[in-house]
């Protein structure tokens, strides 16, 4: 999948680096503790998502130092940005049961649907709206809170 996908948008990455980030991704859902009931099928996803990303991410920066044109890379204001969102989002996190952030993760993260959710964790498909409505209430109440 990731090597049609590679010749096919173009964008120039390597198949075996998008195989191998999908394949660190499984193993730390693994290595956190998640159940599978089918791996293949989130393996399947997670490089789906993969390739998505690296096609959502694929905006050449190229900045020029006396004439020559070279790529370059994210504003120190931007980096900074980045951490600050990412320390509030690890911090709203812990607030969440490991069963609220798993769910959260297959879904914002890793951008699947209720039902592949489902087939990957075997849980009902209702249940998991339901903890997901409950994880983002609940860090919406934290955030309005301290505001």
């Not at 498909?125 to 505001?147: C, F, N, P, Q, Y």
């Amino acid at each position: 999948m990731a090597g049609r996908f590679v010749k096919e948008s173009g964008i120039g990455d390597d198949a075996d680096d998008i195989v191998q980030e999908s394949l660190v991704v499984l193993w730390r859902q693994t290595e956190n503790g998640y159940e599978m009931q089918n791996p293949e099928a989130l393996a399947v996803a997670i490089t789906k998502k993969m390739c998505l990303a690296h096609l959502r991410g694929y905006k050449p920066v190229v900045q020029s130092i006396e004439g020559v044109e070279v790529d370059g890379g994210a504003s120190a204001s931007a980096l900074t940005d980045e951490t600050d969102l990412n320390t509030v989002k690890e911090s709203l996190l812990a607030l969440l049961t490991p069963t609220q952030r798993q769910y959260l993760h297959y879904r914002n993260e890793m951008g699947l649907s209720l039902d592949e959710i489902a087939e990957v964790t075997g849980s009902p498909k209702t249940s998991i709206k339901t903890t997901i409505s409950a994880a983002r209430r609940l860090m919406l109440e934290h955030l309005r809170k301290d505001l």
